[in-house]
């Protein structure tokens, strides 16, 4: 069984900066392409990041390329996403998820197994 445990979310002023963590287990999460996806309030899930099983091939959304950075540890299973020069459009909550895309709006993402989420809030 998939399972997935975000955690690192919070509140931060606008230009701040977030760290999260996404703990994989249940799946051979090394061979595995694995994403960051989000959902702001009202609003339907949007892909963010794609990082390939070896971290040779890495993906962003338009509106996060030079501010968010996606990495992995293979050995820890664990997938990780920072966040910079945060912006209030990015208050949502973030969701660690086994599945792959390139494209913005790629609806594919809904069917992708994911975790709890961790709620990141941008406000001053």
């Known amino acids: 069984e998939v399972q997935l445990v975000e955690s690192g979310g919070g509140l931060v002023q606008p230009g701040g900066s977030l760290s999260l963590s996404c703990a994989a287990s249940?799946?051979?999460?090394?061979?595995?392409?694995m994403s960051w996806v989000r959902q702001a309030p009202g609003k339907g899930l949007e892909w963010v990041s794609t990082i390939f099983s070896t971290s040779d091939l890495i993906y962003y959304a338009p509106s996060v390329k030079g501010r968010f950075t996606i990495s992995r540890d293979n050995a820890k299973s664990t997938l990780y996403l920072q966040l910079n020069s945060l912006k209030t459009e990015d208050t949502a909550m973030y969701y660690c998820?086994?599945?792959?895309?390139?494209?913005?709006?790629?609806?594919?993402?809904?069917?992708?197994?994911r975790g709890q989420g961790t709620q990141v809030t941008v406000s001053s």
């Open positions: 249940g799946f051979t999460f090394s061979a595995s392409p």
């Open positions: 998820a086994k599945g792959w895309t390139t494209r913005p709006g790629d609806n594919s993402v809904s069917t992708w197994s």
